[in-house]
């Protein structure tokens, strides 16, 4: 019974995650707004054709860090809070801003923003946790929070305070709340159905109105002035630039509803797609769920003899957001490497085959995302920040479960998981700037390059992390248990040889393809980029630890030290030198990060200092003199 036991529990772990990650891919079913199939409807943001479920989603992870909105955070979770996706809030933001006004959709944690805004602390009596705040209660501090912002503003971003960059931020969010509900009628509109009704009928009038009065001639004063109030309103909206909503028709591409309406007392034809989307805003007000139904149907059959490539890639990426791949493999990654690490203590073979087998499905699923994520931008696996640590921890992974297959102790699996986790955290918070997907910028704009040069450059910092979390691993096991016996400590000084020499062939190979790269698009092999020095960094440390541990200069514990060294400058590399703001390779800028990556600098700074204490104050040393 034992050895069945022993047998079947790993397999069995498996397949319950795995029944746990196709449960989660199942579409949410709407009860009674079709906001499901309203969310899969394309429109173009960020350069690119995307749903408006994506739309919906990254706009709600930069206001309130989450894809969902709980709008009655005051409540515990005992309580049952009113949880709704991202698509039925932003349909509400931009067809019925009434109701979206009055949602907790902003998250703002700084104490002196909360008293600049004048906004309540956490109190159940008055709707508040202290953290989520809704469009009315932020409203009722703006003139306070104008004059604030226009101070805040002329202070540069590298000298400003955590209350100065908090400020900046909410300026960020409150524009781009403003521009998603100018999206598809006027913020300001009181019945968007009715007033553009009374505009049609209006046009004639007011544009004989106005020719007369350019003539000089007497005009409907009237017609002329309501006119002028709808023209300025299609102003502010085209001026906000929004996602454009409608689209192509005959000659015209993609616009956004406030040209087109700009564009209508010029003669052009008022778009059947503006109809359609008169009649959801009228259905969600009027709250009428079969209406605003028949209403998407109609738009999205609209679409399909000229957009049915839009509407298919919209149902495709609303797919992947719903499969939420990395979140779930993440959360896989968590629990293999508890089970890893309980092995280390309890030393049972069914603890570390489990968590191979977790290991193995995470990375399956993380999989999964990485290629889906390639077909749906057409491109290669990495293009900006975000997908470099997507890619870097599925690197990690791989190279884990490689080693776990030759030293069968859970060593591999607790540095797949490990980094595993960790990058898929940076890359969710890499998540809360916007799209993750977003056009790509010139310098990067060729999928040759983006496959060779940077594929092979972010290998190389993936091994190097490898070998970097290796060391930590011995340090950890070393200083403060016992676990870390002779044979181990040998095997993972194999691993970290092993895996710094990996790294040094990728990250030269990818260094010398960027300088040719270079030399194509610039006109220059090298240029001293700060980029460029990072990536020659990375490789000149690499050699520096081979040529140590090749000369005798440096032995076990040495090869730990200098691999951890490795960490720091792989991070600045990845990350530190697009902090700089200069240099052709800066397109990838991260204010949030800067606190995060000086914090990680002095933790592997602290490793390093464990790590040349004397062998004495070893646990696992202390424990083999005994």
């Not at 194999?494 to 194509?520: E, H, K, P």
Request: proline letters at 4%; glycine letters at 8%; a neutral charge.
């Amino acid at each position: 019974m034992k050895k069945l036991f022993q047998k079947w529990t790993p397999p069995v772990l498996m397949l319950i995650m795995a029944l746990w990650f196709f449960g989660n891919v199942q579409p949410p079913k709407d009860k009674d707004f079709a906001y499901t199939e309203f969310g899969r409807l394309p429109v173009t943001a960020n350069g690119r054709i995307v749903p408006i479920d994506s739309v919906a989603r990254n706009a709600l992870l930069q206001l309130r860090e989450k894809q969902t909105l709980n709008t009655e955070p005051w409540k515990g979770w005992n309580e049952s809070p009113r949880i709704i996706s991202a698509t039925e809030w932003l349909a509400n933001v931009m067809m019925n801003a009434t109701v979206a006004d009055a949602w907790p959709a902003f998250r703002v944690d700084n104490p002196d923003l909360i008293s600049l805004l004048k906004l309540p602390e956490k109190d159940a009596a008055k709707f508040s946790d202290g953290k989520h705040y809704s469009w009315n209660q932020i409203a009722a501090g703006m003139d306070a929070f104008d004059k604030e912002n226009e101070r805040v503003q002329k202070v540069e971003a590298a000298g400003r305070t955590a209350y100065e960059n908090a400020v900046a931020k909410m300026h960020q969010r409150i524009v781009l709340y403003e521009q998603l509900k100018n999206t598809i009628q006027p913020a300001m509109a009181q019945d968007w159905p009715a007033e553009f009704t009374a505009f049609e009928k209006l046009m004639p009038d007011a544009v004989a109105a106005v020719k007369a009065q350019q003539a000089g001639e007497k005009f409907d004063q009237d017609a002329f002035n309501q006119f002028a109030g709808y023209i300025q309103a299609f102003q502010y909206m085209s001026s906000l630039e929004p996602p454009l909503v409608l689209p192509p028709n005959g000659s015209r591409n993609w616009r956004r509803m406030g040209d087109a309406l700009l564009d209508a007392p010029r003669g052009v034809p008022i778009d059947s797609a503006i109809r359609d989307y008169v009649k959801m805003s009228a259905a969600l007000a009027a709250d009428k769920p079969d209406d605003f139904n028949a209403a998407v149907r109609d738009y999205r059959s609209s679409l399909v003899p000229t957009q049915a490539k839009a509407l298919a890639k919209g149902r495709a990426e609303v797919f992947f957001n719903q499969m939420e791949p990395f979140y779930n493999a993440m959360v896989i990654y968590i629990l293999a490497g508890l089970l890893a690490v309980c092995f280390w203590f309890n030393l049972s073979g069914t603890l570390r085959r489990s968590a191979v087998w977790l290991t193995a499905l995470a990375l399956v699923i993380h999989t999964i995302g990485l290629v889906y994520r390639m077909v749906l931008e057409g491109r290669p696996p990495v293009t900006n920040l975000y997908s470099s640590a997507i890619f870097i921890g599925w690197g990690a992974c791989l190279l884990g479960l490689i080693l776990e297959k030759f030293h069968k102790n859970g060593i591999g699996i607790v540095t797949a998981s490990g980094i595993g986790f960790i990058t898929l955290i940076i890359a969710h918070h890499l998540a809360l700037e916007g799209d993750t997907m977003e056009m790509m910028r010139a310098v990067l704009d060729t999928n040759f390059w983006l496959a060779t040069h940077v594929v092979a450059v972010t290998v190389g910092y993936a091994s190097t992390f490898v070998a970097g979390f290796l060391a930590l691993i011995y340090i950890v096991r070393g200083m403060f248990t016992k676990t870390l016996d002779e044979a181990t400590g040998k095997s993972l000084a194999r691993m970290i040889y092993g895996i710094v020499c990996f790294a040094t062939l990728f990250s030269f190979v990818g260094t010398v393809l960027g300088g040719i790269w270079a030399d194509q698009s610039w006109g220059r092999f090298w240029g001293w980029d700060p980029k460029e020095n990072g990536a020659l960094i990375i490789v000149l440390w690499n050699a520096l630890i081979l040529h140590l541990r090749w000369g005798g200069m440096v032995r076990e514990r040495g090869l730990v030290v200098c691999a951890i060294g490795g960490n720091i400058v792989t991070a600045w590399s990845w990350f530190g030198v697009n902090m700089l703001g200069i240099g052709l390779h800066s397109y990838g800028f991260t204010d949030a990060a800067f606190n995060w990556l000086v914090l990680f600098v002095v933790s592997q700074l602290a490793f390093i200092g464990l790590g040349l204490l004397p062998a004495k104050v070893w646990r696992s040393f202390s424990a083999r003199a005994a």
